[in-house]
Nanobody, 121 residues
């Protein structure tokens, strides 16, 4: 119904930068929000940043001032610019969309397959 494809994960040194990309495709009637979550080994998945269709932004306290989420110029795309990366940012990053695939369906969460970000010297 709705597919999310992420890209941009990599190995980077502390203090470095990365930009993650996510594109949603498939049978999309409406997307109300897109965002990024991450999961480190042994930890629960946690919110990193989200952006709503109206442009409202939300960030985890741990990334405020370092990460920036933005909508792409192409429809149904979102980016996460990550600066000042720290070893504790190491995790699999997942793209999320809250979407509905038809006028009568309900909004639900859709997830990408994840992209690995490793911050290490």
């Amino acid at each position: 119904q709705v597919q999310l494809v992420e890209s941009g994960g990599a190995l980077v040194q502390p203090g470095g930068s990365l930009r993650l990309s996510c594109a949603a495709s498939g049978s999309i009637f409406s997307i109300t929000a897109m965002g990024w979550y991450r999961q480190a080994p042994g930890n629960q998945r946690e919110l990193v940043a989200t952006v709503t269709s109206s442009g409202s932004l939300n960030y985890a306290d741990s990334v405020k001032g370092r990460f920036t989420i933005s909508k792409g110029s192409a429809k149904n795309t979102v980016y996460l610019q990550m600066n000042g990366l720290k070893p504790e940012d190491t995790a699999v990053y997942y793209c999320n969309a809250v979407a509905k695939h038809s006028v009568i369906s309900a909004f639900r969460d859709y997830w990408g397959q994840g992209t690995q970000v490793t911050v290490s010297s």
